[in-house]
């Protein structure tokens, strides 16, 4: 069964800082990985989808690397902005599967 | 640019009551799901649809219903609310291979 987890659970940061956020699976046989964005009191924003033969996406500030024999990933953020602050969530997908959730990253840019 | 539209945002159900959480997608995409989401357990998924007229249980569907008669809807009926039922509701599509999609959200309490 894949497991879901990421670290640290909450990270506070300045205002400038380039942070990175991480994600581990324990099933590395995947189909994709999602990195999501969720305000307080809202849903899930996609920031990035990562397929299974791809090593990197890249969205604006936003980088997401994949190593799957690793089972990793991480979510490369450039020069935070206290709009930033969020919970960002992991999740992946296994052929045949349904995602399975991380537990978050509670981010707090400040200013 | 509706996307995944859920109503109602807010619910106060008492024990035994039942009710239906509705999900509505303009996307045209067969895979619809059903997931809540409680402090310290993430994202658990409770039902999904990869299309319509067929639907299939997730990690947690007990004490939940689900039909698919269309593409575009998937509601979720809780039969007899239960206070363990008190949580935040998503629905969300996509399209086999893609980006998932969350709606806004729905917050049931149950008393």
């Known amino acids: 069964k894949q497991e879901v987890t990421q670290i640290p659970a909450a990270l506070s940061v300045p205002e400038g800082e380039n942070l990175v956020l991480n994600c581990s699976f324990t099933?590395?046989?995947?189909?994709?990985l999602q990195w999501f964005r969720q305000d307080p009191g809202k849903g899930l924003t996609s920031l990035l989808l990562i397929q299974s033969s791809q090593r990197e996406q890249t969205s604006g500030r936003l980088n997401a690397s994949l190593d799957k024999s690793s089972g990793r990933s991480t979510l490369y953020i450039a020069a935070s902005q206290p709009g930033d602050s969020a919970t960002y969530l992991c999740?992946?997908?296994?052929?045949?599967?349904?995602?399975?959730f991380g537990p978050g990253t509670r981010l707090s840019v400040l200013p | 640019n509706a996307g995944v539209t859920q109503t109602p945002k807010f619910q106060v159900l008492k024990t035994g009551q039942s009710m239906t959480l509705q999900c509505a997608q303009d996307?045209?995409?067969?895979?619809m799901s059903w997931y809540r989401q409680d402090p310290g357990m993430g994202l658990r998924l409770i039902h999904y649809s990869v299309g319509a007229g067929i639907t299939d249980q997730g990690e947690v569907p007990n004490g939940y219903n689900v039909s698919r008669s269309t593409t575009e809807d998937f509601p979720l009926r809780l039969l007899s609310a239960a206070p363990s039922q008190t949580s935040v509701y998503f629905c969300a599509s996509k399209k086999e291979g893609n980006t998932i999609y969350f709606g806004e959200g729905s917050w049931l309490t149950v008393v």
């Open positions: 099933d590395s046989a995947i189909y994709n």
């Open positions: 996307m045209n995409h067969e895979y």
């Open positions: 999740a992946v997908k296994n052929y045949g599967q349904n995602f399975v």
